[in-house]
């Protein structure tokens, strides 16, 4: 798993001296949220939650006590706030193939949703528990562990198109326009706290107690990034979105007209809800987290059934990329890489011949990510030769090549592997990553410029900050270092490196008005996240 090169910003505003990118660290985890705003507010009775503000502040708000419904603009400002805030609580998975490959099936299952004007942002959660999320705005997060858990890709396809499906009949906004009154950026951090309720009980692997608000006897944890959700449950109150059952039946329904129009098996649905709620049967496991937000009834999954078998039967064999980021999360998602060595030697050699190449990539990972880089790329190195056009194989092989530090030999497999990808994202990024460790800036800047547009990533900021730290441009530099900040949840962070860019931007007319703009923006939502607004 890639962890880029994170750095504390305290260090850097001491000094105030060239960025040291190797030996510091970006501070995951350190979003300091205000939970005087939520504690001090009465709960509602309302699902449990308490998000009923004091009606006579003085507060720009969003939504409606009528219940009528937000902005087109509200709701993209809602969706980002809540994306941002996310970063703060979870880590969202930055790897570009994870990305890429989940933003592609998400989006061909959006497009044929009922409504194709709603913009959707799909992305993954490194969290072995078991969990899928719809946020607002469209913004629908899948935890690793569930896409672990799939024995299809139609089953994967099932939960997004289950989740699309609540997006698009609207039934978050349902549940919280009953709620009153509540300022944009409060909302969207608690709702990013609500639908991750797994971080209160501070376990991310699945072996511990399950804690929620329902469940009392669970302490959560002090950390801070746990956040709004253990505001709600310190109050005594129940922090967690439920949809109704009609929500959940019209999910079921819509969401499976979308997987059968999208080429996915409708029968994958009540395959993968049965096999979770058959999971919660034997002592000892805990109910997975998308049970509790989306609750699974056994005449819910017998109308599923029903319905599923309208459609008519046939195959639907799950496509090479699904399979290899199994892989890879399988990987990424044990602690111990031998564990991974040991699982991939488990299944060598079984199943078709496809499946036991998609286990030789993953035993390769494994390998490398064990100190047997050899080994590993070895394999790779097999593999690429047998599939020349499959981009997973050879960007694994030259990432490996240039972790373990043979940098001629990376670039060379680079230079191939650009030439035959040339659109391919994540080969850039990793490219762009060697260039930054030998130091070629101006060609790694050039190839990140191209890729700051439309959704970016913290790490594409950072990396973007430390193209220009090199190049000598420190006012970019903290530009940049202000939007990954920013986007990382980390407004206020973000806001000094703003300050700083601002400082050295001297009089680029243009820099400055940009700088400007941005450093307003993050001040507002800071004041509105701390309550002095
Ligand atoms: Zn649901």
Redesign the pocket.
């Known amino acids: 798993m890639f962890k880029p090169g994170k750095f504390l910003s305290v260090l850097l505003i001491a000094s105030q001296t060239t960025l040291a990118f190797s030996q510091t660290q970006r501070p995951h985890k350190q979003l300091d949220i205000d939970l005087k705003n939520v504690l001090e507010y009465p709960s509602s009775p309302y699902l449990g939650t308490n998000l009923d503000m004091p009606r006579s502040q003085e507060l720009p708000e969003i939504g409606d006590p009528s219940g009528t419904s937000f902005t087109p603009t509200q709701e993209k400002q809602l969706g980002e706030a809540f994306f941002r805030s996310l970063h703060g609580q979870v880590e969202v998975s930055e790897d570009a193939e994870v990305g890429e490959y989940i933003q592609t099936i998400g989006q061909k299952l959006a497009a044929n949703s009922d409504n194709p004007t709603q913009s959707f942002h799909f992305f993954v959660v490194e969290d072995n528990n078991i969990n899928a999320f719809a946020g607002p705005g469209g913004y629908i997060g899948v935890n690793s562990g569930l896409i672990l858990v799939t024995e299809a890709e139609s089953e994967l396809a099932s939960v997004l198109g ?2 699309i499906a ?1 997006v698009t009949q609207r039934h978050l906004y349902q549940a919280f326009q009953a709620q009153g009154r509540i300022q944009l950026i409060s909302m969207a951090a608690m709702l990013a706290g609500m639908l991750i309720g797994s971080k209160l009980g501070g376990s991310s692997n699945g072996s511990q107690p399950y804690c929620t608000a329902r469940n009392q006897g669970c302490q959560p944890s002090a950390n801070a990034g746990q956040g709004l959700a253990m505001a709600a449950m310190g109050a005594g109150t129940q922090a967690m979105i439920n ?1 109704t059952r009609d ?2 039946a019209e ?1 079921d329904n819509v969401g499976m007209q979308i997987l059968s129009r999208s080429e996915f098996d409708p029968r994958s649905m009540p395959t993968f809800f049965e096999r979770m709620q058959q999971s919660t049967r034997f002592a000892g496991h805990q109910t997975p987290e998308f049970l509790l ?2 609750p699974v009834t056994v005449s819910r999954i017998s109308d599923s059934r029903d319905r599923s078998e309208k459609f008519p039967y046939r195959q639907f064999p799950d496509s090479l990329t699904y399979q290899l980021i199994r892989a890879k999360l399988r990987v990424q998602s044990l602690r111990n890489p031998k564990e991974a060595v040991g699982y991939f030697h488990g299944i060598y050699n079984q199943g078709t011949k496809q499946q036991q190449d998609v286990t030789r990539y993953g035993l390769a990972l494994a390998l490398v990510a064990n100190n047997r880089a050899e080994e590993g790329i070895k394999l790779l190195q097999e593999l690429t030769v047998e599939y020349p056009y499959q981009s997973h194989f050879i960007n694994a092989l030259a990432k490996s090549e240039m972790d373990r530090g043979s940098v001629a030999k990376a670039m060379e497999i680079y230079a191939t592997a650009r030439e035959r990808f040339p659109e391919n994202s994540a080969i850039r990024l990793n490219y762009a990553r060697a260039l930054l460790v030998v130091k070629k800036s101006e060609p790694a800047r050039r190839i990140l410029e191209e890729m700051v547009h439309g959704f970016v990533t913290p790490d594409i900021y950072e990396m973007l900050a430390q193209a220009y730290s090199g190049l000598g441009n420190e006012a970019e530099s903290h530009r940049y270092l202000g939007e990954a900040y920013y986007a990382d949840g980390q407004t206020n962070v973000g806001i000094l490196h703003m300050k700083l860019a601002r400082k050295y931007s001297g009089n680029n007319f243009y820099l400055n008005a940009v700088i400007d703009e941005r450093l307003h923006k993050f001040t507002e939502e800071e004041k509105e996240r701390k309550g002095e607004k």
């Open positions: 289950h989740e609540h949809f929500n959940e999910a937000t989306h």
